[in-house]
């Protein structure tokens, strides 16, 4: 179709716009590869945070937000399978200043596990600003995948859509799989780690 070939136009045009044709800057680079690759970090570390608090009401928003990163990437791989798209390094696309696999770009799976937890903490009033919070934490990643040579912009795109989705799907079955899981999940929790609670190293 004539418009999926000026989308794709378009979403070229906007990779060489936004990645950086040259060698940058000492400052730009490690800030660009920690955005990139570091900031992804927030994610376990906030869950794990969050299920360590011991409030049953917070260990029960991480562990919705969690299952909407996996159902998200699981998502993303479905998406990837079914629209498969090149990096833009396989096309010979512009300038590449990080390592990747060579596989399909489409969506991008940082920013589907970033912004899956984000959006499932926006959808959950008493977490919507730690939500918007990692919403805005996603933008930096976007731009320095996109300007290190690894994605395009519509990957971003589909990462958002993928995220809505698999959030909202959570969100709306947190009733019936939330509470089913949350029970098993405290119970492994309490036998894995009996030895510390018992201490009172961890929060029962």
């Known amino acids: 179709m004539m418009w999926l070939d000026h989308l794709e136009d378009a979403n070229r045009a906007l990779f060489l716009l936004i990645n950086a044709a040259s060698q940058p800057g000492p400052v730009v680079m490690p800030l660009a590869v920690f955005a990139a690759n570091g900031l992804i970090w927030l994610i376990p570390a906030l869950l794990l945070v969050g299920w360590l608090s011991g409030h049953e009401t917070i260990r029960r928003q991480a562990l919705e937000a969690a ?27 512009g300038q590449t200043w990080i390592e990747h696999a060579p596989d399909n770009s489409m969506p991008s799976d940082h920013l589907t596990l970033l912004w899956s937890v984000a959006a499932s903490f926006v959808l959950n009033p008493s977490a919507r600003r730690l939500g918007i919070a990692l919403c805005l934490a996603g933008l930096p990643v976007a731009w320095a995948r996109i300007y290190l040579g690894v994605h395009f912009l519509l990957d971003m795109v589909g990462a958002a859509l993928v995220a809505l989705l698999s959030a909202a799907v959570c969100r709306q079955q947190r009733a019936q799989v939330v509470g089913l899981l949350f029970n098993l999940a405290v119970r492994v929790y309490r036998l894995v780690f009996s030895v510390p609670i018992a201490r009172h190293w961890l929060r029962r």
């Open 67 to 93: 299952l909407a990163g996996l159902l998200g990437l699981a998502i993303a791989q479905c998406v990837s399978l079914a629209l498969p798209h090149a990096r833009p390094f396989v096309m010979g696309l």
